[in-house]
């Protein structure tokens, strides 16, 4: 069975300061990787995702992820957070693509300092 | 584009009624829609896969009779909790998979309530 784990429950970061949110997965074939963020009173929105190629891959508002198959790692990375980004994130795993439910990991809640 | 609607917001409703939740895609449409369950700081938990025209997929341990989905058409699933009890309480969330990719893109959510 495929799972996430995300060790982190809250992570303070102040403004402007670099951020890296960890993932690791579990998943039996090659998975299919997302991050998302969810803000009080919104739906999720996704930040980026893989399914294959680069490891390295481009998000919106700046994020980016690197997937390593050797860690089962899918950590979240912003070079300079903004007091917008605050909010929390989800990892999740999938199989084909999006033609399947997700697994998602326990949430980080990120705080940012003034 | 790809905005997925869920109606409405917040219900709260008496332990024994029944209470419907909407999704619509409003600008594509929806070959899958998921329903999720979210419970006070954890993690989404997937409950069922509905295709349009056929019956839905439950996961293990979702009682199908208790949270009946039908999803009649491409833009519109519905997820109906019946007989439900103040345990039903909780945030469930649709996702919606169709258009030009097979990325899910998530309504806003359905705060229930049962007193």
């Known amino acids: 069975a495929q799972s996430v784990t995300q060790p982190d429950i809250h992570i303070t970061v102040s403004e402007g300061a670099s951020l890296e949110l960890r993932c690791n997965y579990s998943?039996?074939?090659?998975?299919?990787l997302f991050w998302y963020v969810q803000s009080p009173g919104q739906g999720l929105q996704l930040l980026l995702k893989?399914?294959?190629?680069?490891?390295l891959v481009q998000g919106i508002k700046g994020f980016e992820a690197e997937f390593k198959r050797s860690q089962s790692s899918f950590n979240l990375r912003k070079p300079s957070v903004h007091w917008s980004d605050a909010a929390e994130y989800f990892c999740?795993?999938?199989?084909?693509?999006?033609?399947?439910?997700?697994?998602f990991g326990k949430g980080t809640h990120l705080i940012i300092q003034p | 584009g790809a905005v997925v609607s869920q109606h409405p917001s917040r219900v709260i409703c008496k332990s024994g009624t029944s209470v419907k939740i909407e999704c619509r895609s409003l600008?594509?449409?929806?070959?899958?829609m998921f329903w999720y369950r979210q419970f006070p700081k954890k993690s989404l938990m997937l409950m069922a896969t509905?295709?349009?025209?056929?019956?839905?997929?439950?996961e293990q341990g979702v009682e199908k009779d208790k949270f009946l989905i039908n999803h009649a058409s491409l833009t519109l699933s519905t997820l109906t909790v019946t007989s439900a009890h103040p345990e039903d309480s909780s945030f469930y969330i649709c996702?919606?998979?169709?258009?030009?990719?097979?990325?899910?893109?998530f309504g806003p959510g359905t705060r229930l309530t049962v007193l």
């Open positions: 996702s919606a998979r169709g258009g030009r990719t097979d990325t899910q893109y």
């Open positions: 998943y039996g074939a090659t998975p299919y």
């Open positions: 893989y399914f294959s190629g680069d490891t």
């Open positions: 999740a795993v999938g199989s084909g693509g999006g033609a399947d439910g997700l697994t």
């Open positions: 600008d594509f449409q929806a070959t899958t």
């Open positions: 509905s295709n349009e025209g056929s019956k839905a997929t439950y």
